[in-house]
């Protein structure tokens, strides 16, 4: 074993980066975990059930059981990395320390795409929520959704703004009970307490699989919406108090509650709504659960659900700008974006000008785009991610073999989980590509274009050397 | 290996980038939605003249669920009978395999290239 000891306390992966003030090291594992489940969680209540419309309820089921797979290759994947590369950025930082800087440079945009898109989504589902409570109570026009969603990402913009111990701790409070909403559903309506409403046989009769298999491939579109977004955990690392123990822990954490909360979603919203409906997510069912607690004939259900469903998509856009601002904040510290970005506030510790700047483009996205594409792009940005991060480990375990530097979280059984997780990738955009074939080549030819325009034009302005700012060897090979 | 000193941006060229960076983004997303390109939009290709829950293909499990929904079969027509067409070309399959591998042998070389030149700076040679 060398000297590199990155889960040491007093070297605990954090190098040199120039700021004269740095971000709070205030968050514990509770947070890490809020952050990756609060951003993914509102996936079980809207979005996921595009995947019924892909190919029917069963396909929806495989394509969930199928993404997770592909997501705990992913939490395990990146918990190792990150128990390492404990700094802001994530996969970006991962990345540029890994395989070079143009890589990095990709990595940095699919987060930032994946999580401002996401986050318009979500603003977009709490606009619909506010329209329902208006129509409930009586109000007879159609609500004008616009200002709530302004409303939504305005708020917690200031929120993400003012520091990120509230804004996490925030998400914990809403999260969990998000969570719990859907534990209480569950038990609910399927006879656990009380009398079940569950009628699985009666409503697969004759639509089994309405598409045969090729719509179970084409399912694993939106199979990702169920966990995208879980390994927004590492973006954190720069904040956390304990890197190398707390990102692996809230990692691995959430995607085990991710994997139960989505199964019980499929479980309950299957066992009550009718496949056509339940997978029409714009002209259907837009919020699925609350659906579901609409026919459970209870009053009380309908308003947790409500509840459940505004704290999942306020918890989510919360995360998301919080993860979208640091892998932008970043980029702007290394000068691959204009280092203006990488400012730090003086009083609040945020990266404040990277929160204010991502308001317009989300609100661009939120009230331009409908939601499907919106939910498209989001899934194409997370997925060229995932992509990059089979080769991401494989490259990280050759140039530092496991007794180079000591990791925090040392995944089992690899090359298995990078070899599964690139031929999951592989299906999804097979899935993608026979919906939306024409995003996915024109999001292609736009991270094309700015790769050029990055190897160039802007990588002028990198300082070379600086950027590596890991206390790591020298990678073997080099 | 002599240590690179990159060039001071100005505020304009800065802000000359971000500018770019916003309207390739919003590009990306927005012009195949102006070309009509985007999406899969669901079709009825065998509609039903006089629908009712049997002829729109609904047991009555099925259908009660809908009525309670608040749907009748006329509502729920297109609802029901829409579906999406998965037919594809070959070429076209073959056209994204190949966007998609040329990206990530553009980045991975690209990348090797630089990354080279940033451990050479970091350490030494």
Known sequence: MTQVDITSP?????????????????????????????????????????????????AALIACWFAGILYTCVAMIDSEVTSTVASAGGQYTQAKHIIGPLMAFNVGLYLVFAYTMLEAANAITAGYLFSVVATMSGHADALDQRPFIILVIMFLAWLNYRGVLATLTFNLVITAIAFLAIIVLFLSTSGILGGGIMEHAALFEGHELPYGWIGVLAAMHFGLWYYLGIEGTTQAAEEVRSPARALPFGTLAGIMTLLIAATLTWYVCSGVLPWEFLGDGVNGSVAPLFDTARLSGSTALVWLLGFGTLFATLASANGCIN?????WFAMGRDKYLPGWFGAVHPRYRTPYRSIVFLVPIALIFALGAPLDQVITFSILSGLLGYTFMPLNIILFRRKWPLNSIKRGYEHPFH???????????????????????????AMVGFYIVVSLWFHFWRYRFVNRGAQFTMPWPKPQGY | MAHYQPPKQGKASQLIDVVVL????????FVPLWLGLAG?????????TTPTWETLGQTPAQSAKYEALGYTPETA??????????????GALLMMIVVIVLYYVLILRFSEVEYR????EKFGE
């Open chain 1, 10 to 58: 007093t070297m605990d992966g954090m190098g040199p980066h120039g700021t004269k003030v740095g971000l709070l090291r205030v968050l514990g594992p509770a947070h890490v975990w809020a952050l990756g489940v609060g951003i993914v969680l509102v996936g079980e209540y809207m979005g996921w059930n595009f995947a019924v419309g892909k190919g029917g309820a069963y």
């Open chain 1, 323 to 327: 993860d979208a601002s640091r892998a």
């Open chain 1, 415 to 441: 090359p298995l989980p990078a070899i599964t997780l690139l031929t999951l990738c592989g299906v999804t955009f097979f899935a993608v590509f026979l919906g939306y074939g024409t995003q996915l080549v």
């Open chain 2, 22 to 29: 916003v309207v390739l983004t919003v590009g990306a997303l």
């Open chain 2, 40 to 48: 899969a939009a669901k079709s009825v290709t065998n509609p039903v």
């Open chain 2, 77 to 90: 027509h297109d609802l029901i009978l829409a579906r999406f067409d998965y037919s594809f070309s070959i």
């Open chain 2, 117 to 120: 030149e940033v451990i050479s």
